[in-house]
Structures are given as C-alpha cells and as structure tokens.
C-alpha cells in the first residue's frame, strides 16, 4: 500500500477560509478516489495560515482492469445489407481498437465488451490533483500575479510525493518539488523524504500542521501561562477557531494592562480582547483580572516588543471604552429611550421606538397570559432598545443587551429589569443558553415574534440558505425559549397580534405560521424522528409547544401494529368524506353498537400515555369491526350512518395524531 502527500504553500491564508479549504479538500480527494475505483484506508487534511496538506494513505499502486459493455450504433446504421460494416460501424470499432468480430448485437444495437486497462496511482494522481485544488472556492479569490487562474492568495511552492517517489504537477505557475518550507523564523529547505514523515519533520521545523494538535497545544499552554497567575484563560470556540488558523508554532505571552481599565463592565473589556485583538483574558477567583494572554506565531525569546506592542494597542481601545462609559452613564438609560426615533428598525417598518412601543404592548399581553405581573416586564421592554443609542454600544455593537444592563444597573433600575434586557436577546446562538428570568423570557419572545412578522409583512422572508435579517434565528430562539422554560404561550395567537400592530399592513399570518412549524420540526428532529412529528403537527403545535412535544414522545416510542393498521384503514376508507350524525336506529350488526360504546368513553386528557392504552384497548374492536362489516352498505342511511361512527373513531385518533404518517 502507498501513502501520497500533497502540501500546497502560500502567503498568509485568511482564517475563515482555511477550515472551508479542508473540508473541499477531504470531497474533493474522496470523490476523486472512488470514482476512480480506487482503494485508499484514509485521507487527512492538514492546514496552516501558510499551507494545505493532504495525506491519502493505504492507496492501491494500480487500479485494476475493468470488463465494460459499450454501446454502439444502430444495428442498420453499423451494418450494411450484406453484413458488412458501415463507416459508422468502422468508426465506432477504430474509436475503440475493435475489430469485427469483437462486435455483437442485442435490442437491435451494436455491443461490444472492452477491457480498460487500470492505471497507476501516479498517473492518476498527475492528472487529477490540480484540477482537485483548483475548485476550491472560496470568498474575495484574486488573479495573481500574470496568471488568468484565481486564488485565495499567492502560491509560494508545493510538495508532490507518492512514498518516496515525487509525482511532478503544476498547479497555476509554481511546480512541485520534494522541498516544504519550516516557520517563517525556521528552517527554510526542509527536504520530506517520505509522507510517512511529513507530520513529524514539520514538528521539527517549528510548523505543527495538525490543526486539532494546534488547537489543544493552544488550550493547554494558555492554561498553563495562567495557572502560574493562579488565573484561567477565557476563551470562545470562535477565538480559539481563530487563533488556531493564524499560527503555525503557537506561544503564549502574558501582557498586563492597567486595572483602571476594570472599573468598565467587564464585557467590554473581554470583547476588546477576545474578538478585537484575538486575546485570551484572565479571571481569578471568578473576577476579571488586568492581565491577558496573546498567541503568538513566535519563535524566540524575546518578547517584550511582542509584548508592548500588544498593550499600546488595547490602551487605545479601552481608552475608547473607558470614554464612552464615562460620558454614557452621565444620564439614566431611560433618557435615551426618545433617541430611538431616530434609529430605523427596517424599512417602512418603524423605527426602533415604534418597535419598542409594540414590545411593550405584546409583553403585557403575554405576561397576562401568564398570569405573571407585567410591572417590571414592561420596564424591560421599554429599555431593552435604549443601549442602541449609546456611544458605547455603536463602537461595540455585538455588546448591545450587555451594555444595557450594565447601563441600567448603573442607573439603579432593580435586579430583574438589568438581568432582563440582558437576557431577551437570548439565545444568541443555536448552542447557548436561553433567558432565565421571566422579564427576559417574555420580553424576547415578544421581540423575536415582531422580527419575523415584520420581516415576512414587507415581503422579505428568507430564501434557500441566505438569512441577512437572521428570522431563522429568532423563530428558533422563540421555540427554545419557550420550550427550555415550560412556559404555555400561544404563538399563533401573537404572530397574529404583531401582525396588526406593524405599521404595513399584510395578511401573511398563515406563511409565519408555516415558518415557525418549519423551524420547530428542523430543530426538533435532532432528537425525534420526523415522521412523528409531522404526524402530531395535525393539530396545530403552536398552541401550545409543550403539549406538542408530550404527544412526539408519545408517538416516537409508540409499538402497536394493529393500532397503526387500524387507524390508517380508518383514513383511506374516510379519505376524504366526513359525516357527523350517528343514528343506532341504523346500527345493522352487534359490532357497531359495541364500536360506538366503546369509542364513546375514551376521554380526551393530556395524559396521552394513558390515552394511546385506551385507543390500544380499542383494538379488538375495531378489526372486528372491519371483519364484520362493509361499509359501503346498499342502504344509504345504514352507509352515512358507519360513515358518522368512523369519523367519530378517526377523530380520536387524531387528538393524538395523524397516523397515516407514523
């Protein structure tokens, strides 16, 4: 078995393309490989600011000969009337170095069976590995150079080697040798000598290529750096993402800055590390301390430029900060309450206090719903937006809601109303928390429900997989929301609320609805199947999400054939006629009287574990009664009348689902 290795180098990559590139290049190895037929165990995928590295290991040296059947002309078209052959039929046997003979005819066309020869794994791969990299795709891809061809950025060398043997190709302007590159402030001839290989000697060049190695020798060395502090490092999945794809030989340096900058929320302080400059920051004891850590892409011992460099440079965003807070806080965040005019929520929309007016009336009335006091939900709906006319805020706009509630702790408004315009933009992604607090519960939902429909109202629901105004988003932070908190709200109910209260005017109630239905089942489904919920969504599952989900578990874990088989028979007989009049005047046979009793005292309840026993209970009954029974009877009363006792039965069946897509 043979192992190839393939490193692409280049100037510095941008990092949010580089885990897009290994994901291209892993499909793009595999597809090539099998439809190819090709025997390989494995393909890895290496990747650094500077290069990109496949490894295919366990490859075959030569595919195999493969018996094909080719299809040829018409048998009239290849042969002529005394069986010769046609220069169509000589055309097609020189294409493909047949003779006569080698011919035959079946359906009335000429047929032949060939052999192609395999070919060798090098040969393959000279012909296929450019091409494999050239379709990489990706954002702001630019000609370089006096190339025609486009690409993320310049390519500097490539490393082609199939065991010990270079495979020589040309990608764009640069060909392949045996020599890589080391770090920048490395070694920079590294000769590999074989793919087995590659992984440690660029270990040894000071380039750790394994990306997942990379990211846990970062983790662990900032942990170590802030463990001599007696601190922990505070960390992202998108910094650490990040930080991974920005160096190839990762170093911590611990720079301090001064603590004034603590007296500032400490949100603002983390983002300017964190997200600005892609710092780790430093608690201790559960508190922000003036330290932080930064990953360098270092090799030395000379740090102290690295580190002043740093520290000029968040000195002058904090000091940004610092004045912001400074001149926000001189009021009380319910003073900006009124420079919400001026902010444009969409368009022809309203502006954001026209939003927030709506917020406040939907907030009361589902906070009624609840039977919860609305005093301090309203209060948090009326500031939940003030923040987005600071200053603070507009530097640091992924802040908005944090610096709110520090602004309104500030402004001595109480726990709950603080811990509630923080919490209603909850969840922030599909993995984090959602709202504890009801102000906030209540308050987000009703600011995410208005989103959607004034988003869906002015005609710009999202389409394939393109979301700018992020509905998607906010439909699913309502369903968690209300699912995580066990709380009973009517979404349809306030889909149509918000509707009348938009400024535009547009029945698209039904179209919301649908949506919201949609996004619940996609994320539902992670852990139920999606038949069971479809077939519970025949009632209508925004009523009451809770309810929804008791009827899912219900049906997910349902093992009753006959039951299944008996309530879908129901339905295809049914399809659709109805008819709700039952005389036992016209009851003809036994089995019906005892159907009708029987499906008379099942009782509706919420109790649908019990309820699904008593549906089961009913079995026997029910294939008696088909056994018995035709409905279709001669006698059009006597017809209607088993007709009305089936759509009794069927509506029993469906207080619980729709069985026909079980």
């Not at 040894?204 to 020798?217: F, H, P, S």
């Not at 929301?481 to 009348?500: A, F, M, P, R, V």
Request: charge should be negative.
């Amino acid at each position: 078995m043979s192992i190839y290795l393939l490193e692409v180098g280049t100037e510095e990559l941008p990092y949010k393309f580089i885990p897009q590139a290994i994901e291209q290049l892993k499909t793009g190895f595999n597809n090539f490989l099998n439809d190819n037929k090709v025997k390989f165990s494995d393909i890895k995928v290496y990747a650094t600011p500077r290069r990109l590295a496949v490894i295919v290991d366990g490859l075959e040296s030569k595919t195999e000969d493969e018996e094909k059947i080719i299809k040829g002309p018409i048998k009239n078209v290849a042969f002529d009337e005394n069986g010769n052959l046609t220069k169509a039929g000589e055309g097609f046997a020189r294409k493909n170095n047949l003779t006569k003979d080698d011919l035959y005819i079946e359906n009335n066309y000429v047929h032949a069976k060939i052999v192609v020869k395999g070919k060798s794994i090098s040969e393959l791969l000279q012909e296929n590995v450019p091409s494999i990299f050239m379709k990489l795709q990706g954002s702001h891809f630019m000609r370089w150079g006096y190339n025609d061809e486009k690409f993320s950025r310049p390519i500097k060398w490539i490393v082609s080697i199939l065991d010990n043997e270079e495979v020589k190709i040309k990608i764009i302007d640069k060909e392949s040798s045996i020599y890589t590159r080391g770090h920048r402030f490395a070694q920079q001839k590294v000769l590999i000598g074989n793919p087995k290989d590659y992984v440690e000697t660029m270990r040894n060049a000071c380039v750790i290529v394994d990306q997942e190695e990379r990211k846990q020798t970062i983790v662990q060395k900032a942990k170590e750096a802030a463990a001599k502090l007696g601190a922990e490092p505070y960390y992202t999945d998108d910094l650490l993402e990040e930080v991974t794809f920005i160096t190839e030989y990762p170093v911590p340096a611990v720079c301090e800055f001064d603590p004034r900058y603590l007296d500032i929320p400490d949100e603002v302080t983390v983002t300017v590390m964190a997200v600005h400059q892609r710092y780790f920051a430093l608690y201790k004891d559960g508190k922000l301390i003036n330290k932080f850590i930064t990953m360098t892409n270092y090799i030395g011992n000379e740090f102290e430029n690295i580190k002043a460099g740093n520290v000029r440079v968040i000195k002058a965003r904090l000091d940004d900060a610092v004045f912001f807070f400074n001149e926000d806080t001189k009021k009380p965040l319910v003073d900006y309450v009124e420079a919400l005019k001026g902010v444009t929520f969409q368009k022809g929309m309203g502006s954001m206090y026209d939003k927030t007016q709506r917020l406040i009336q939907l907030s009361k009335d589902i906070a009624n719903d609840l039977n919860v006091n609305s005093t301090d939900i309203e209060r948090t709906a009326l500031l939940c937006k003030a923040d987005l006319t600071t200053n603070l805020v507009f530097e640091f706009t992924e802040l908005q809601g944090f610096i709110g509630a520090d602004y309104a702790r500030v402004s001595k408004e109480n726990d709950k109303v603080v811990q509630g315009i923080k919490e209603h933009y909850f969840p922030l992604n599909a993995e984090s928390e959602t709202a504890k607090g009801i102000e906030g519960q209540v308050v987000g939902i009703a600011d995410k429900i208005d989103t959607v429909c004034a988003v869906f109202a002015a005609g710009k629901k999202p389409t394939g997989s393109s979301d700018p105004l992020g509905v998607r988003r906010a439909a699913l932070g309502v369903i968690r929301t209300i699912l995580d908190s066990n709380l009973k709200i009517d979404i349809d109910k306030y889909i149509k609320e918000s509707l009348k209260l938009l400024p535009v005017q547009r029945d698209c109630a039904q179209e919301v609805k649908e949506f919201f239905i949609q996004r619940m089942i996609i994320l539902l489904n992670e852990k139920y199947n999606k038949n069971s919920l479809e077939a519970c969504a025949i009632k209508n599952p925004l009523t009451d999400l809770s309810d929804y989900v008791k009827r899912v578990e219900v049906i997910q874990n349902i093992n009753s054939p006959i039951l299944l088989e008996n309530a879908n028979r129901v339905i295809r007989i049914l399809k659709d006629s109805s008819c709700d009049s039952i005389c036992e005047q016209y009851f003809k046979e036994p089995i019906e009287k005892t159907l009708y009793n029987e499906t008379m005292e099942i009782k509706e309840s919420n109790d649908y574990q019990k309820y699904l026993s008593d549906l089961e209970k009913l079995n026997p009954t029910v294939t008696k009664f088909f056994d018995d029974v035709l409905v279709m009877d001669k006698d059009e009363n006597v017809k209607n009348n088993r007709i009305a006792l089936l759509t009794l039965l069927r509506k029993k069946y469906e207080f619980l689902a729709d069985f026909s897509k079980v």
